[in-house]
C-alpha cells in the first residue's frame, strides 16, 4: 500500500510503496498532496530516488516540517520545514541509509529505523547516534530487521516509544537510551504500531505484523 497520510490541515499526501514497486503510474519518486479529499493531486517534489516513508510534525499546523526515508534504495533522509516544497538532507552519522520508518515526536526528537540499526536525533538536521541498547542479536533469516519506530502521544514527557523489528517488538521508556523486549514475539516483521486516538482514557496500542494478525 501506498503512504497515505491525512495532514493537521485536513489536506492528503500520498508517497510511494513501502516494501514494493508500483511503476505503472509512475510516482514512485514524487510526493503528492490533495486538499480535496484526493479527488485531484498536486506533486510537491520529485526525487532522483523511490521514496519509502513519511513522518509529518505533530505541530506541523505551525512548523510546516516533513521527514522522508528512501528505505532500501539506501539514500538516507531528507526534511522539509516548508510543508514539502524544499527538501535538504539529514545525514550525519547515519551508517545505515536503508531507512524503513521516521518518526517525529512532539518536542522535536527523531527516530528512525534502519535495516540494521536504530538511531536517535535531537533535531532535524542534527547528527544521528545509534541507540540500541537491550535489543537482541539480529536474526539471520531477514536482511530487514527494524521496520517500525512510534513514539508515544506523550513523548516529551514520558520518552515512551515502541519499536517493531523481525526479532519482535521493544518499548523504551528512556527516549530510546534502551530497549525491552515485549511478550508479544512475532518473527514476522513487526510493521505498525498505532496508538488509540483516546489513548490517554482507554490506554490501548495495536500492533501488526506481515501475516500475523493485529494484537491488542
Do not use: C
Not at 538511531?119 to 537491550?134: H, I, N, P
Not at 488509540?196 to 500492533?207: N, V
Amino acid at each position: 500500500t501506498r503512504n497515505v497520510v491525512k495532514m493537521p490541515d485536513g489536506s492528503l499526501q500520498v508517497g510511494a510503496n513501502r516494501y514494493g514497486t508500483d511503476g505503472a503510474n509512475g510516482i514512485n519518486n514524487r510526493w503528492l498532496n490533495s486538499t480535496d479529499g484526493g479527488l485531484n493531486w498536486t506533486a510537491l517534489a520529485t526525487f532522483a530516488d523511490t521514496t519509502e516513508t513519511l513522518s509529518v510534525s505533530p505541530g506541523f499546523g505551525a512548523d510546516a516540517t516533513l521527514a522522508i526515508g528512501f528505505g532500501r534504495f539506501g539514500k538516507g533522509v531528507r526534511y522539509s520545514t516548508d510543508g514539502g516544497g524544499f527538501w535538504q538532507p539529514s545525514n550525519t552519522g547515519l551508517a545505515d541509509l536503508r531507512v524503513n520508518e521516521l518518526a517525529l515526536t512532539t518536542d522535536g526528537t527523531l527516530f528512525a529505523a534502519t535495516h540494521d540499526h536504530v538511531y536517535r536525533a535531537a533535531a532535524l538536521g542534527g547528527t544521528w547516534t545509534e541507540f540500541e541498547t537491550g535489543l537482541e542479536e539480529l536474526s539471520d533469516l531477514t536482511t530487514i530487521h527494524y521496520t517500525e519506530v512510534v513514539p508515544g502521544p506523550d513523548f516529551a514527557t514520558d520518552g515512551m516509544v515502541f519499536l517493531g523489528s523481525y526479532e519482535g517488538i521493544y518499548r523504551s521508556d528512556t527516549a530510546g537510551a534502551d530497549w525491552t523486549q515485549q511478550d508479544l514475539y512475532h518473527q514476522r516483521l513487526n510493521r505498525q504500531v498505532a496508538f488509540s486516538p483516546d489513548y490517554a482514557r482507554d490506554g490501548l496500542i495495536y500492533f501488526q505484523n506481515l501475516g500475523g494478525g493485529v494484537h491488542l
